[in-house]
Each structure stands twice: as C-alpha cells, then as structure tokens.
C-alpha cells in the first residue's frame, strides 16, 4: 500500500517562493518516476512537474517551466517541488503522485498541502 504525504504549503506574496515536500511509502516508490499536481477551486487536476527513478530527467507544465524545479531524494523516497516567481494562477491544492507521461500512476492521493498565492 503507498501512502503519500504533501507538506510545505501555505500563503505568500506573489513574487515569494515556497517548498513543498511529499514523503512516500511503499514498496513501488522507489522504482517510480514521481510528479507532482494541482488543483485549483473549480478546475480539474493538472500536472505541473515530473522527475524520472532512473536518470532524474525533469520536464514541466509551460505555466511553471523556468519557475519551478522538481527535485527527489531516492534513499530518503522524497520528492520536492521549489516554487519561485509565484503568480496568484499558481494557487491550488497541491499534490504528489507516481507519474506516468504526464498523468498519475496511482489511484490513491495524499491529502494535499494548500498553497494560496495573494496579489
């Protein structure tokens, strides 16, 4: 069973940076390629940033490329997610999962963790 747990959120200025963290557990984690989520009040989730187990390749949504940088640590199984630049649009629920392309592997969520971005 995979539990994941999101951590880091909270309100900032936009202009102001934040890092997340999502702490993963299970037996899959650590030969997954691992992203990270979105979902903003009234919108569906969206994909914002990924990075491969094997060769720590990196590839992003536009709206946060040059923003935001994806990052994991395979032997402590954490994947970080360093926001700068932040814009209002980048507020939303923010959510960690196994990844594959740019959709989620796994059919269980964490809870989230709430980034609000005021202007």
């Known amino acids: 069973q995979v539990q994941l747990e999101e951590s880091g959120g909270g309100l900032v200025q936009a202009g102001g940076s934040l890092r997340l963290s999502c702490a993963a557990s299970?037996?899959?984690?650590?030969?997954?390629?691992m992203g990270w989520f979105r979902q903003a009040p009234g919108k569906e989730r969206e994909f914002v940033a990924g990075?491969?187990?094997?060769?720590?390749?990196?590839y992003y949504a536009d709206s946060v490329k040059g923003r935001f940088t994806i990052s994991r640590d395979n032997a402590k199984n954490t994947v970080d997610l360093h926001m700068n630049s932040l814009k209002p649009e980048d507020t939303a629920v923010y959510y960690c999962?196994?990844?594959?392309?740019?959709?989620?592997?796994?059919?269980?969520w964490g809870q989230g963790t709430q980034v609000t971005v005021s202007s």
């Open positions: 999962n196994a990844i594959l392309g740019r959709g989620p592997l796994w059919n269980s």
């Open positions: 299970g037996r899959t984690v650590n030969y997954s390629d």
């Open positions: 990075i491969t187990f094997s060769t720590m390749r990196t």
